[in-house]
């Protein structure tokens, strides 16, 4: 084998690993002392506390870091894809439809009040500049969109809400109903309410829905529900801000174009029934005098119902045309009404207390089971990654048991 | 494989599948063997050498569920084995150089029987004069259960290694011998 050692030497050397007896069968001594174990009640097993509590200290830590990590992770992930939902825009377009996709994200970032949210740039969509963004958003849908009360910004960053008008109707002939409501308060709230009724302009066709004055000098309020053009609706909005301190000012819409594309095809079907019935009737002048009779009333019938729908179609653009804006002017300064001390009884306040603890409890209950359930279900890939390396873990340590190592 | 053409994996799943012969057939192959090279290892102590092989055999009952299959079950129990060795070897550290202090019948405990020929102490003496690494790579390629990939595997090193450090350790081994033949 080798030219190191002799011949003899190698036998012998392979002799120092020869057992020259025959075989002691210790299998089964292990057998036994196995089955032995496994038939010992736990409790009474040999217990070594060190290797124990080692084993057990382990797991212990790494569960406490999985947690760790897992609750350092989750909320920047929670807020990461927070982030993602509420930016529809951040999300590339292809280059084949940038149009489409800019127009949709411009309806997703128009609110109920028709104006948009946020300020577009327009690299975002691949777009060259912003007049060709704007283009995206073509012709009668660009016109102005209604201002609003709150802050934000229109579409161009260089336009404030209420100081330029932009009409909501985007990629359709939209039918939106918007109605607005300014809170003023004023040291006079009876001139006031009539600045308020002298900005309504009869000759554009608004008038004045509702008013409503009430209450003697220092504690008057008075309401005003007015409708008013929405060429001229900034305007009035931006005088009434004028005449007080606004309060409060908020803005409502709502889309009748479904309606109105509804009662469209409603009229256009019944005309075609009442067309098809009139040649019938032109047709048929030899039929029977009953028969005429019958169909003079269906066409009657028809008629009324044609008339009944463009009244409502006409009803619903008279809506759409005139907005709806409601003044509440308050005084400015109210008096100061004492409160009235509450009478309770020991017992009411021992009920209250006992009630707002019940209820505190049970809040915190319900917002720990809502973390746990949040932990448990967003960091499900964390989990399944954990589980998966503990019981790569689990493997690798009883191998090493198994060798002998550990 | 043996020549019934049973392999060690196959018998160590029908163990495990509640098989007690399929042990006994296993041990039937490799008890000796083992035995012999546990008893290398631990210098001659033929009952440590039943220690090890036993908690051998334990750890295969207990433990054979996460053998993976990635190697031979051959090198599994061998390793087994000779980590047993190793682990007996600490523990008995203080007694082993206590024992060598005194002497060495002690250490060497050769087996009660008619047929064995006892190994020559001195060569025994000069292995342990050897880095203990060098030694386990001596009487493993000289075993006569496994071949050199097979001590190579068990030892967890590539081929080329374990050759030079077998090359090495003979090396010193005859240095060691020469001066004790000469004297």
């Not at chain 1, 463009?310 to 409601?326: D, F, I, M, N």
């Not at chain 2, 990635?70 to 150089?97: A, E, G, M, P, V």
């Amino acid at each position: 084998m080798n030219n190191l050692i002799d011949n003899d030497t190698e036998q012998q050397l392979s002799e120092l690993t020869r057992w020259p007896d025959e075989s002691p069968e210790l299998y089964k001594v292990a057998l036994e002392e196995h089955c032995a174990a496994q038939a010992t009640p736990l409790l009474k097993r040999e217990f070594h506390f060190s290797s124990f509590s080692g084993r057990w200290a382990a797991v212990l830590v790494f569960g406490a870091i999985s947690i760790i990590v897992v609750g350092l992770l989750l909320p920047s992930l929670g807020r990461a894809r927070e982030q993602a939902a509420a930016s529809p825009l951040s999300s590339a377009p292809s280059a084949e439809a940038p149009y489409a996709k800019v127009a949709a994200a411009l309806e997703e970032r128009v609110n109920p009040s028709g104006v948009l949210d946020i300020y577009m740039k327009p690299d975002m969509y691949g777009i060259d500049d912003e007049l060709s963004l704007m283009d995206a958003y073509t012709g009668d849908q660009m016109r102005a969109f209604p201002a609003r009360g709150g802050g934000g910004m229109g579409v161009r960053g260089d336009r404030m809400p209420g100081q330029n008008s932009m009409n909501t109707p985007p990629l359709a002939e939209r039918a939106v109903v918007h109605t607005w409501t300014i809170e003023l308060e004023s040291d006079d709230v009876r001139s006031t309410f009539l600045k308020s009724l002298l900005l309504v302009s009869t000759a554009h066709g608004e008038f004045v829905e509702q008013s409503r004055l009430s209450g003697d000098v220092p504690t008057a309020r008075a309401n005003i529900t007015m409708r008013i053009s929405l060429d001229r609706l900034d305007d009035v909005l931006n005088k009434l801000r004028g005449l007080g301190e606004v309060i409060a000012e908020s803005s409502d819409s709502k889309d009748l174009t479904n309606q109105i594309v509804d009662l469209n095809a409603r009229i256009t079907n019944e005309r075609s029934v009442e067309l098809e019935l009139l040649k019938l009737l032109e047709s048929r002048e030899d039929a029977p005098l009953e028969d005429i009779l019958s169909l003079r009333n269906h066409i009657s019938n028809a008629r009324m119902r044609i008339e009944r729908l463009e009244a409502q179609r006409k009803s619903l653009g008279k809506l759409v045309a005139l907005a709806t804006v409601l003044v509440i002017i308050t005084p400015a300064d109210l008096p100061d009404v004492p409160e009235e001390p509450e009478q309770s009884s020991l017992g009411d306040y021992f009920k209250q207390h006992v009630s707002d603890a019940w209820a505190t409890g049970l809040r915190v209950l319900v917002n720990s089971i809502a973390f746990l359930i949040k932990l448990l279900v967003s960091g499900l890939l964390v989990w399944i990654a954990l589980i998966g390396l503990g019981v790569s873990l689990r493997h690798f340590w009883l191998r090493r048991v198994a060798l002998g190592l550990v | 494989m043996n020549a019934n053409g049973t392999t060690d994996e196959s018998l160590l799943s029908r163990f495990l599948g509640g098989e007690s012969e399929a042990l006994g057939e296993l041990a039937g192959r490799y008890e000796n063997q083992l035995l012999g090279l546990a008893w290398g290892l631990l210098d001659g102590r033929s009952d440590l050498a039943r220690d090890a092989v036993q908690e051998t055999w334990l750890r295969v009952i207990r433990y054979g569920a996460s053998f993976n299959h990635r190697s031979l079950f051959k090198t599994w129990i061998y390793r087994i084995t000779i980590n047993q060795c190793k682990n007996l070897r600490k523990k008995n550290r203080q007694d082993s150089s206590e024992s060598s202090l005194n002497g060495e019948s002690k250490t060497n405990d050769e087996p009660q029987s008619s047929s064995s020929k006892p190994a020559p102490n001195e060569l025994r003496q000069a292995l342990k004069r050897l880095d203990r690494r060098r030694s386990d790579v001596i009487l493993l390629c000289y075993h006569a259960g496994l071949n050199h990939e097979q001590a190579a595997e068990v030892l967890g090193i590539p081929l080329g290694t374990l050759k030079s450090r077998l090359h090495a350790a003979l090396r010193e081994l005859r240095e060691t011998l020469v001066p004790e033949t000469a004297q």
